[in-house]
């Protein structure tokens, strides 16, 4: 059973960094995905970035949302299946907690496409 936990998260100051990590266990297919998500108060679940991975390779490149390009990169450690999200020139709109999410298949924005979660870590940047 595929189990994913999330650690990294905290508060940061706008401009600043953090990295996000999602540890993955359980996992026995070959064709896969990984994504990031983010959902603020009173706000919808939002995909942040997400990585296809198939017979241990990624197999495409990362796709992100429009609101993190070029702040935000996602990559993967395919040895320990280790999903990490870094989170560069951080905005009080990236306040949320954010959850790393599994499916099979290919890449999709839908969170109702992904059937494991984890529990999620809280991101809080101030002004």
């Known amino acids: 059973q595929v189990q994913l936990v999330e650690s990294g998260g905290g508060s940061e100051q706008a401009g600043g960094s953090l990295r996000l990590s999602c540890a993955a266990s359980?996992?026995?297919?070959?064709?896969?995905?990984i994504a990031w998500f983010r959902q603020a108060p009173g706000k919808k679940r939002e995909r942040v970035a997400s990585?296809?991975?198939?017979?241990?390779?990624?197999?495409?490149?990362?796709s992100y949302a429009d609101s993190v390009k070029d702040r935000f990169t996602v990559s993967q450690d395919n040895a320990d299946n280790t999903l990490y999200l870094q989170m560069n020139s951080l905005k009080p709109e990236d306040t949320a907690m954010y959850y790393c999410?599994?499916?099979?298949?290919?890449?999709?924005?839908?969170?109702?496409?992904?059937?494991?979660w984890g529990q999620g870590t809280q991101v809080t940047v101030s002004s």
């Open positions: 999410a599994f499916k099979r298949w290919s890449c999709t924005s839908r969170s109702g496409d992904f059937g494991i």
């Open positions: 359980g996992i026995t297919y070959n064709d896969y995905c």
């Open positions: 990585i296809y991975t198939s017979f241990g390779n990624t197999r495409s490149p990362a």
